[in-house]
């Protein structure tokens, strides 16, 4: 399938629902991803500072290109709260032509810059 290969999934997690907003908002402004949702509220477990952490945190799962990540986690660092924020891509491994398209067209750098 020409094109899967190029789309990935970023994950994020954010401290707050404004602030998964605010970074959902500009990165789609800026074409950083061509979408980008919030899942409510998750319950996080993880170490930090030496120690077992537990926090309410909120999802963000962006659609873009391989080609773009970079960008994107620039962007998320610049906006983000945390010293450390979680930011990961997965490949998206199969999709429908059209969907994938999409992606590719809405976060082509000609677009948006």
Known sequence: ???????????????????????SSEI??????????????????YWWAGEVQQAEEWLLLM??????FEDLAA???ELHSYEVPEIVAVPIV???????EWIRRETAPERGE
């Open 75 to 77: 962007c998320v660092r």
């Open 94 to 100: 199969q999709g429908t032509p059209d969907y994938l």
């Open 63 to 68: 659609k873009t290109t391989a080609d773009r």
């Open 1 to 23: 399938m020409a094109g899967v290969a190029s789309a990935i999934e970023v994950h994020v997690t954010a401290s707050s629902r404004g602030e998964a907003d605010r970074i």
């Open 28 to 45: 789609v402004a800026r074409r950083l991803a061509a979408c980008a949702q919030v899942v409510a509220p998750i319950s996080s477990t």
